[in-house]
């Protein structure tokens, strides 16, 4: 899945352009969400516990980078990791359940 603009940023001649591309793009983005979700449940498979679940470390470890990614590409690191942090709480709450049914 990836974005093709319509006018980059330099060629929008108006609002309206520069909110059909925000759109756009926010619309890729939660898309892009909904098949990470699925994998999430996918993982439910591959655990044992909700220790195994949870997976601290590899929580601690995916969110460090996040926000080495987000500094390198010039977004405030420490705000992708807080935005991070509070979806994939909401992705563990979402395996959790998945897990309970197996
Ligand atoms: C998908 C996993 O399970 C959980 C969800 C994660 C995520 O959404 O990225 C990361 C770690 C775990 O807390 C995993 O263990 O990788």
New binding site residues.
């Given amino acids: 899945m990836q974005y093709h603009p319509v006018h980059a940023p330099a060629e929008c001649h108006d609002m309206s352009d520069i909110r059909k591309e925000i759109d756009h793009i926010d619309y890729t983005v939660i898309q892009l969400l909904s098949v990470?979700f699925n994998?999430?449940k996918a993982?439910s498979k591959f655990?044992k516990s909700t220790t195994?679940?949870?997976?601290?470390e590899?929580?601690n470890s995916?969110l460090e980078k996040r926000k080495q990614w987000a500094d390198e590409l010039g977004l405030n690191g420490e705000v992708i990791r807080t935005l991070y942090a509070d979806l994939?709480k909401y992705?563990?709450a979402e395996?959790l359940k998945e897990f309970a049914r197996k």
């Fill in positions: 990470r994998y999430i993982a655990k195994d679940v949870q997976a601290t590899r929580f995916m994939v992705f563990i395996e």
